[in-house]
C-alpha cells in the first residue's frame, strides 16, 4: 500500500527506511531470513513457503499476517522484552 506524500516527505521516508533497513541488527535478520528460506525451499518446496515469513522470535515460520504486530500484542510493549518465548 502507497503512501500519499509529498516529494519531500517521500524522499525523506526513503531515506528513514533505508537508514534502518541498513542497521547491523536488521541486516542479521535479512541474512539469517534468506538461509532460513533457502533451506526450507530445499526441504519443503517453494509452494509450502509462499505466504509464509521466518519470526525471528518464535523461531519458525508463520504466515505473513500472523507474524506482524508482535503476534497480534501490537507493538507497544515489543522493544521491553528481556528473554525469548520458547515452544
Same mark, same amino acid.
Given at each position: 500500500?502507497?503512501?500519499?506524500?509529498?516529494?519531500?516527505?517521500?524522499?525523506?521516508?526513503?531515506?528513514?527506511?533505508?537508514?534502518?533497513?541498513?542497521?547491523?541488527?536488521?541486516?542479521? $535478520?535479512?541474512? &539469517?531470513?534468506? @538461509?532460513?528460506? +533457502?533451506?526450507?525451499?530445499? *526441504?519443503?518446496?517453494?509452494?509450502?513457503? #509462499?505466504?509464509?515469513?521466518?519470526?525471528?522470535?518464535? $523461531?519458525?515460520? &508463520?504466515?505473513? @499476517?500472523?507474524? +506482524?504486530?508482535?503476534?497480534? *500484542?501490537?507493538?507497544?510493549?515489543?522493544? #521491553?522484552?528481556?528473554?525469548?518465548?520458547?515452544?
Amino acid at each position: 500500500m502507497a503512501y500519499k506524500l509529498s516529494a519531500k516527505a517521500k524522499a525523506a521516508k526513503r531515506k528513514r527506511d533505508l537508514a534502518a533497513a541498513m542497521t547491523p541488527e536488521r541486516r542479521k $535478520k535479512k541474512a &539469517e531470513n534468506q @538461509r532460513k528460506r +533457502r533451506a526450507a525451499k530445499k *526441504k519443503y518446496g517453494v509452494s509450502w513457503l #509462499k505466504g509464509k515469513d521466518y519470526d525471528h522470535d518464535d $523461531k519458525r515460520f &508463520e504466515s505473513v @499476517r500472523a507474524n +506482524r504486530g508482535n503476534d497480534g *500484542k501490537g507493538t507497544k510493549k515489543e522493544g #521491553k522484552k528481556t528473554k525469548r518465548k520458547k515452544k
